[in-house]
């Protein structure tokens, strides 16, 4: 009996900081046993070692050089987190467009066009641009207060006892 043929992917990990120490390890697992259930190939791109990896997939899949047939992403969220979530759903078009569709792997939905899969994308792709727009507001004045304290901490040395 033949075995189906396997589909050649991609995975396309991201990370927010050097602290995620875990991060593209957790995404790599995910990643890979939603890829086995699915009789996927992982393809190797080097996508996680890219400055700007979504950029080089795009510029990949648009010139048609790309040895996949499929993106999987962990999450919407890994996808980006943009301020317009028009952006993120832009890039996945074009992909898409391209024939190469996008999978997130660790989502509760299919990435399959229906009208609840396509609201719930939206609505997470607004809670994610909306989750990095805080969380910039935060670490902005984290930084700020810990200059700030640093500044005092050098005056205060500086003054003799």
């Not at 120490?21 to 699915?38: D, G, K, V």
């Not at 984290?142 to 640093?150: F, M, T, V, Y």
Request: charged share 20%; net charge neutral; hydrophobic share 35%.
């Amino acid at each position: 009996m033949e075995s189906a043929p396997s589909i050649p992917v991609a995975q396309y990990l991201r990370m927010s900081t050097e602290h995620q120490q875990y991060s593209l390890q957790n995404q790599t697992a995910a990643i890979t046993t939603y890829a086995r259930e699915h009789r996927c190939r992982q393809e190797r791109s080097g996508l996680e070692s890219s400055a700007r990896p979504l950029y080089q997939l795009l510029k990949d899949v648009i010139s048609g050089t790309a040895p996949y047939k499929v993106v999987l992403v962990y999450d919407v969220s890994r996808w980006g987190r943009f301020q317009d979530a028009d952006e993120a759903a832009y890039h996945e078009f074009i992909c898409r467009s391209a024939g190469v569709p996008v999978h997130y792997c660790a989502e509760p939905f299919s990435n399959d066009g229906t009208f609840a899969s396509m609201i719930m994308k939206a609505l997470k792709r607004m809670m994610a641009g909306e989750y990095s727009r805080e969380l910039s507001v935060k670490v902005y004045e984290g930084s700020k207060r810990l200059a700030q304290s640093h500044d005092l901490w050098t005056q205060l040395s500086a003054q003799p006892s």
